[in-house]
């Protein structure tokens, strides 16, 4: 995983390349999931973008923070994710670029109460990106 930051703070400059399979895939800006995450009412702006290995591919996971705290019955989940998947589809171009390319799977939409994600002790923010596939 590549991270390339312009220190400048802000949202939109931050930029990440994952390498999977041979290809750099791009994840055009931060921005772009977030706003395909501000386009479906109910979930929050904290997320995190997880890369695992799963049966010998590399699979991405948007781990989203609901508004709301109450519990959420599956059919709203569900209709959230669907929701989202599509929005993904609108904002994040390259991401749905490599999807159709067959280059990786539809991303898993876990979504989570409030506060959930974890965050950097030190300073309270989320990491964005996290690599959780084997380093050889």
């Known amino acids: 995983l590549v ?11 931050i930029a990440a390349a994952l390498k999977s ?10 921005q772009s999931v977030e706003n395909a995450i501000g386009h479906v009412p109910g979930l929050g702006f904290n997320f995190q973008v997880v890369v695992e290995k799963k049966r010998h591919r ?15 019955p599956a ?6 994710r669907t929701r989202l998947l599509e929005e993904i589809g609108i904002y994040c171009e390259d991401l749905k670029e490599n999807i ?3 280059l990786l799977d539809e991303p898993e939409i876990e979504l989570l109460k409030p506060n959930s994600i974890e965050r950097v002790e030190r300073t309270g923010k989320i990491r ?3 690599d959780k596939r084997v380093k050889v």
């Open 75 to 80: 059919e709203t989940r569900e209709r959230l």
């Open 128 to 130: 964005r990106v996290v």
């Open 100 to 102: 159709g390319a067959k």
């Open 58 to 72: 590399d699979a991405l996971k948007i781990r989203v923070e609901a508004k709301d705290a109450g519990i959420m």
């Open 21 to 30: 399979g041979g290809y750099v895939i791009i994840f055009d800006k931060y």
């Open 3 to 13: 991270e390339d930051q312009n220190w400048n703070g802000a949202l939109d400059n």
